[in-house]
């Protein structure tokens, strides 16, 4: 006979409480929240830190795109980091900022997501996710005082609403809907650069992914710290949609079919050596 009583489980773990799983966790293992882990007084840690992201809306959805390099000072630190994660059905983060940091952040609001989802019985709203994903950069606040920062780029398709949209954050947690078109991280003035030029209302999927990577390759054009697309070693940006289906993410083919589009294309303008 199965013994339902939960013997041996801690007394946290019986307790009814909120639907939040950053407060549970914050409450009974304080230790594993990644904002915990303080450096000591005066000390500084050079990491690595993840570049560029973009979001654009389209049609019928958005967009949410980010180069795969990730620097640590003048160092290349990794040429195929990915910095763009579903963080649940209908919605997916990109993540600028101290690499390490980030990708835990993001995956304890994976967790948060579908944890509310289970205690609930529902999707959370698109806004309720992105204040939960800012109460969380919020106690990131102490570490980002020391230099390790975590700046993501938040974008869901809202089922209420039937539109793609975009959230951005500062380092305090304050958290801001931004429309038609993002971009986050140290390139991200170049890519903004292009996007006012090259967005417009009503555009495809198709033309919104060329968009995307043009943004991402002007940026890396200005900014060491972005990685461009590399022919060489295949290496493609991290694309999403995300519509009324959900997130989906594109196959290395179809962005090997963009990238050399849009390297073509260049290859045709003037403004530089061919």
Known sequence: M?????AGLPAAYLQSGSS?????????APHLVPSARMLP???????????????????DGVVL???????????????????????????????????????ELVRLFQVELEHYEKIEGSLLSLEGKANRLASMIRGNLGMAMQGLSVVPLFAG?????NVGR???????????????????????????????????EGLSEDETVRVTVEALYDAADDDSATGGPDLGRRIWPTVAALDRDGVRFLSDERLEGVVQHVVDDRRTRGGGRR
């Open 20 to 28: 939040s799983f950053a407060e549970f966790l914050t409450g009974f």
């Open 166 to 200: 975009i959230f951005s954050y500062d380092v305090t947690g304050g958290c801001y809907e931004e429309h038609d078109y993002h971009g986050v991280g140290s390139g991200s003035l170049f890519a903004r650069g292009a996007l006012k030029k090259l967005w417009r």
């Open 41 to 59: 007084a005066g000390m500084t840690l050079d990491a690595p830190h993840g570049t560029t992201i973009v979001a654009v809306t389209y049609a």
């Open 2 to 6: 199965t013994d339902h009583s939960g």
């Open 157 to 161: 398709f809202d089922l209420r609403a």
């Open 65 to 103: 795109a980010g180069d795969r390099r990730a620097t640590m000072g003048n160092l290349i630190a990794n040429h195929e980091m990915t910095k763009v994660f579903a963080a649940d059905d209908y919605s997916a983060v990109g993540i600028a900022g101290t690499a390490g940091i980030a990708i």
